[in-house]
């Protein structure tokens, strides 16, 4: 039996992320496990001229916004234990080292749901974590209903057949 101790949670705020939060949260409370919440951003494209420039160190390029999200977000149980990482990088390789740094036992992380041509030209950071995390991972997908259409942005109720 998988014994878990610490659980992982990368975020990007979308529905699917906090559905996934929520997950996170009652598998922390059941097993009595830590739970880090992890946000990775991007690291800034800078631009001079048409040209790629030097992005800022680190230091210099602030993310109050995300760290804003990132720390309202709280367990509705007062007994998990709740850990929030703010870190800028490529974002499946931050959440690979924060789970390897941490020993963590799963990853529980949400999906898009991308297909086709999207899924082909940008890939799925839950797809790479999934192939090369060192622990299980559990992805939650959103119910077929709550996923907003690729043609209108809009969301629909599903066919009935």
């Known amino acids: 039996m998988l014994t878990i101790k610490t659980i992982l949670h990368p975020t990007d705020y979308s529905e699917g992320a906090n559905q996934a939060f929520q997950l996170a949260c009652s598998l922390a409370r059941d097993h009595g496990a830590r739970l880090i919440v992890l946000h990775v951003s991007p690291p800034p494209a800078a631009t001079i ?23 309202s977000m709280g367990s509705q149980f007062p007994t998990v234990a709740l850990e929030h990482r703010l870190i800028e990088g490529i974002p499946f390789e931050e959440i690979l080292r924060v789970a390897e740094e941490t020993s963590c036992d799963l990853i529980v992380m949400g999906t898009h749901g991308r297909t086709g041509l999207n899924r082909l030209v940008m890939g799925s950071v839950a797809e790479q974590v999934m192939r090369k995390a060192s622990c299980p991972v559990l992805t939650v997908k959103l119910p077929v209903a709550h996923q907003p259409c690729e043609a209108c942005s809009k969301t629909h109720e599903p066919a009935t057949v």
């Open 49 to 71: 001229g048409g040209m790629a420039a030097v992005p800022p160190l680190p230091d210099e390029h602030e993310h109050p916004a995300d760290l804003k999200k990132l720390l």
